[in-house]
């Protein structure tokens, strides 16, 4: 099993920033791919952006150049920093893990970041 914690949400005005960010613990495979996606209501989940235990990184076109995801020194942490948020950016954002030896993938249980005009 493994949990993660997402925490950083809230409600920013347009143009602002955000950093989410989501722990990852108990049994964490080392080769994995942790991300972030995003559901805005009425719309289906769609990935943000994801980065490999070996650092590669993916990027939604929407959040290109505004969006920065990064792994912290534990490795089991990945953090999504949000800047020039805007309005359509507003969705509940969750975290996920899965690990590259065919295990199954985990959600967190998401954070609310609401943008405002």
């Known amino acids: 099993q493994v949990q993660l914690v997402e925490s950083g949400g809230g409600l920013v005005q347009a143009g602002g920033s955000l950093r989410l960010s989501c722990a990852a613990s108990?049994?964490?495979?080392?080769?994995?791919?942790m991300g972030w996606y995003r559901q805005a209501p009425g719309k289906q989940r769609e990935l943000v952006a994801a980065?490999?235990?070996?650092?590669?990184?993916n990027y939604a076109d929407s959040v290109k150049g505004r969006f920065t995801i990064s792994r912290g020194n534990a490795k089991n942490t990945v953090y999504l920093q949000m800047n020039s948020l805007k309005p359509e950016d507003t969705a509940v954002y969750y975290c996920?893990?899965?690990?590259?030896?065919?295990?199954?993938?985990?959600w967190g249980q998401g954070t609310q970041v609401t943008v405002s005009s």
């Open positions: 996920h893990y899965r690990p590259l030896d065919g295990g199954p993938g985990y």
């Open positions: 108990g049994s964490i495979f080392s080769i994995n791919v």
């Open positions: 980065i490999s235990s070996g650092g590669s990184t």
